[in-house]
Each structure stands twice: as structure tokens, then as C-alpha cells.
């Protein structure tokens, strides 16, 4: 069955540091999102992209967020002077349209911020 | 996106059927009735989806009432593997899902 991957797994960084999350959504699919869990809440929606542009973002995707299909396989998420806040669970999903069930996630890449 | 009430924790013993109640009394008419479900802190694995009709694949089934204001997901044999948080979502066309709190289901040996 196919699968949206994300790497890495486990990723720790230091506070002010730029990191970038990589997320190679399933081949046909047009529509990207970025969620984020921190531990022990509720998962969140981040940002959705489409046709090479941002289509909806959430109160928690600010200026230090930023999303870019560098090329026709993969799906990054930047974030750029991370924070202690920011440790969570991140996670890609990808969809072929807006509705029904072809939405996946990934299983995640887990960000520690120290 | 209508809200959804569940009720935040379930046990069900192995082999029998897990019943998952969801209240969505706000639901809109072009809204659909989503259920993902969640392993430890794994990515939300969809389950199955309905706008008005009892749907049916291989993991469940979703029983929606006529007035489509509550949903039941179903688990017809429960396995341990089946143990996760269980997620209750509607949306219309909108690009994201809001996901609540959910139903924390422990299938008990």
C-alpha cells in the first residue's frame, strides 16, 4: 500500500537553529499538509499546499515556518530559529483531492528542541 | 467544521466488537463523517469515512443515524492491535481536519 515517508525520525536540534523536515508524499497526490502533535496533545493542523502554493495555514504556521515541493517528489517543512515549543511530533499527510480518503499521514518526525 | 463530542475512554474485551459512539449534532449537510485512529504516537491511519449511508471496508464499519447528528464506528472483532485513540471528525471542504481529544480504546486480553 502506499506510504507518505518522512525523514528523519528523530531529530534533535538546538534552540535557534534552522532545521528542515522531509516528507516524500505518495506519487499521484496533489494536495501536501503539515500537522504537529506536542506531547500528550491534540494534533494540529499546520499549513496546506497546492498547485506550488500555500492554500490554508493555521494560527501556529508564523514567519519562522515556511513549506517548499523542492522538486516533484518532495515535501519540506522549514522552520527557522527554533524555539523549546516547537518539540513535537511532526507530521506530513498527502491526499489525491480535498475530500474522501485518500488523506495519509506520514508516521512522523519527532523534533527535539534543546 | 461541525464539532464532535466521544467519549474519551473505552475497554473491550478481545474478540468482541468495539462500538465507538461519536455526537456530531451540528453537522452540516455537505459534511462528512471521518474516523482515523492513532497508535501510541504514530501518524493518524485513516479507518473510514460517510456522508449518510452505512459504510462498510475491512478494518469497520460506520453506522450513521438518519438525522445524521450521531455516528458509531465499529470494530467487529477487536484485536489487542486495535488498542488506540480514536479520532471522530467532520469535514466539509475545507483543507484540514480538526482533531479533537478522541476515544482512548484498550482491548483487554
Known amino acids: 500500500e502506499p506510504e507518505v515517508t518522512q525523514t528523519p525520525s528523530h531529530q534533535v536540534t538546538q534552540m535557534g537553529q534552522e532545521v528542515i523536515l522531509r516528507c516524500v508524499p505518495i506519487?499521484?497526490?496533489?494536495?501536501f499538509y503539515w500537522y504537529r502533535q506536542i506531547l500528550g496533545q491534540k494534533v494540529e493542523f499546520l499549513v496546506s499546499?497546492?498547485?506550488?502554493?500555500?492554500?490554508?495555514k493555521s494560527e501556529i504556521f508564523d514567519d519562522q515556518f515556511s513549506v517548499e515541493r523542492p522538486d516533484g517528489s518532495n515535501f519540506t517543512l522549514k522552520i527557522r530559529s527554533t524555539k523549546l515549543e516547537d518539540s513535537a511530533m511532526y507530521f506530513c499527510a498527502s491526499s489525491d483531492r480535498r475530500t474522501g480518503n485518500g488523506y495519509t499521514f506520514g508516521s512522523g518526525t519527532r523534533l527535539t528542541v534543546v | 467544521d461541525a464539532k464532535t463530542t466521544q467519549p474519551p475512554s473505552m475497554d473491550c474485551a478481545e474478540g468482541r466488537a468495539a462500538n465507538l459512539p461519536c455526537n456530531h449534532s451540528?453537522?452540516?449537510?455537505?459534511?462528512?463523517v471521518y474516523w482515523y485512529r492513532q497508535i501510541h504516537s504514530q501518524g493518524p491511519q485513516y479507518i473510514i469515512h460517510g456522508l449518510k449511508n452505512n459504510e462498510t471496508n475491512e478494518m469497520a464499519s460506520l453506522i450513521i443515524t438518519e438525522d445524521r447528528k450521531s455516528s458509531t464506528l465499529i470494530l467487529p472483532h477487536a484485536t489487542l492491535r486495535d488498542t488506540a485513540v480514536y479520532y471522530c471528525?467532520?469535514?466539509?471542504?475545507?483543507?484540514?481536519?480538526?482533531f479533537g481529544t478522541g476515544t482512548s480504546l484498550t482491548v483487554i486480553p
Open positions: 499546499f497546492y498547485n506550488n502554493e500555500i492554500s490554508e
Open positions: 451540528t453537522i452540516s449537510g455537505n459534511e462528512y
Open positions: 471528525i467532520v469535514r466539509g471542504t475545507g483543507n484540514q481536519f480538526y
Open positions: 506519487s499521484n497526490h496533489l494536495y
